[in-house]
């Protein structure tokens, strides 16, 4: 039998709320992930052209952390990106929050996840601004990451960046081509996150654990910001395309997928990730409930983005970045029709035809499952 997050989750979720307390949202989104595809979510009676039924289909839980029902998703947002970023070579950067910081994420995990957005948005229009680099509006994609590929809590934000941008009809190259030092990157990234939490802090709307006093966190900011924090900046790129696909990868699934679990047991799972370290494949064993924590912490805010579009890739600047596009000889951004689900799963060979005529499946019905009946909508 191969195990899946959500086997798991039916497996131990109950007993594991017998002991823990979940935030709202993290509950929520724990038994949508359960119930994902199962009669509990409803689902669709499959008909062809010619009417004959197919059976059922169960409805998907649509959370952004089920590792099992965002692939189409994926797919409209990667189709998306790659209709309007620009053809030229792009950077990706990583900004990481400093471990000792996480137990104020995790008190303040709403504010502290959009000043992370804020402080790396705010750095790289600054410097893009600034005449000293690149004195042009430069095009930016922002994705939200809360795990390491262990699985551990580790927030970051990754960075496709142009390496260039737009002044009012000229395209700019960066005087360098590594567009911005690392360094500065990371002392004005640094200075913006911390400036807001001391803020935070001294009009008491900063909460932290209770072991510590106000004093002692203020010691703790004090200390990270004479500390480096990590921004890892790879060689330039010369197309942003690999780093879309790449970033498209986790806009929906969660931290963990279902090929990554190798064994459940009645008390422990084992499962698989790539070492950063050792760049091999490893694997991780631990209890029920670690787990269980692990998955949870990585549950998305509901009605926060976990993406952001910045400068000329914003969504109001198309009329920005179609001059730049005009400057690097490039068409207008054109409409991007949305991938039907037919469409997805005829490319992939899993369009469903009728058992009965072999007419493909057109028409769905809505149905609700109570008790052992069937209930048309």
Not at 79 to 92: N, W
Not at 121 to 144: H, K
Not at 182 to 202: C, I, N
Request: aromatic fraction near 10%.
């Amino acid at each position: 039998m191969a195990h899946t997050v959500q086997s798991f989750m039916q497996q131990a979720l109950e007993l594991y709320l017998k002991s823990h307390r979940l935030p709202r949202y993290q509950l929520k989104g724990a038994s949508r992930l359960r119930a994902c595809r199962t009669a509990a979510m409803g689902g669709h009676a499959l008909y062809c052209g010619n009417g004959h039924f197919n059976g059922y289909w169960y409805n998907s839980c649509g959370h952004r952390s089920c590792p099992q029902c965002g692939a189409l998703k994926r797919e409209q947002w990667q189709r998306k990106v790659e209709g309007f970023i620009l053809d030229c070579p792009h950077h990706h950067w990583v900004f990481t929050l400093p471990h000792a910081l996480h137990v104020l994420w995790c008190y303040n995990r709403e504010q502290c996840q959009q000043l992370l957005f804020k402080s790396v948005r705010e750095t790289i229009q600054q410097l893009s601004a600034d005449s000293q680099y690149l004195g042009a509006r430069s095009g930016c994609i922002l994705a939200l990451h809360t795990w390491a590929r262990n699985l551990s809590f580790h927030p970051h934000i990754h960075c496709l960046v142009t390496h260039g941008g737009q002044r009012e009809t000229e395209w700019v190259k960066p005087k360098k081509d590594i567009l911005f030092p690392a360094k500065v990157m990371m002392k004005l990234f640094r200075g913006k996150y911390l400036s807001v939490l001391r803020g935070l802090l001294v009009d008491g709307e900063l909460s932290y654990p209770p072991e510590l006093s106000k004093a002692q966190v203020a010691s703790l900011l004090n200390q990270w910001g004479r500390e480096d924090w990590v921004v890892h900046c790879t060689r330039q790129y010369s197309h942003g395309h690999g780093v879309a696909k790449y970033l498209a990868r986790y806009i929906r699934g969660g931290a963990i997928k279902n090929t990554q679990l190798r064994h459940v047991s009645d008390t422990e799972v084992r499962y698989s990730y790539k070492s950063h370290q050792t760049q091999r494949t490893e694997s991780m064993t631990m209890s029920h409930n670690d787990f269980m924590a692990r998955i949870v912490s990585h549950v998305a805010l509901p009605r926060k983005q976990q993406y952001h579009f910045v400068g000329l890739y914003h969504n109001r600047s198309r009329e920005r970045l179609n001059k730049a596009r005009l400057s690097l000889g490039q068409a207008e951004v054109g409409e991007v029709k949305a991938v039907s689900w037919r469409e997805f799963m005829g490319a992939k060979g899993d369009a469903p035809c009728c058992e009965a005529c072999g007419e493909q499946i057109t028409v769905l019905k809505r149905v609700k499952f109570i008790g052992g009946d069937v209930k048309f909508c």
